[in-house]
């Protein structure tokens, strides 16, 4: 489990990095990729809240967390 975890969370750390540098990208692009700058801060912002979000709801609905044991 703990192999799954660390895999799991280098991938989140790359999808935030893809997300931090298109955000950057399109923000030097200019007044024409508004829309796809608008798009790329919220998903910086919505993908870390969700990963946390799940990690706290599987913790609740598991019962109790893997440092009890």
Known sequence: ???GKR??????VVVLMLLY???????????SFMNWLMAAVVAT????????????IYRLIKGKSEEDK
């Open 45 to 56: 912002i919505m993908v870390p809240v969700l990963i946390w979000a799940y990690g706290f």
């Open 7 to 12: 895999i799991l969370a280098m991938i989140g």
């Open 1 to 3: 489990m703990k192999k």
């Open 21 to 31: 540098l298109s955000t950057l990208v399109f923000a030097m692009l200019g007044e």
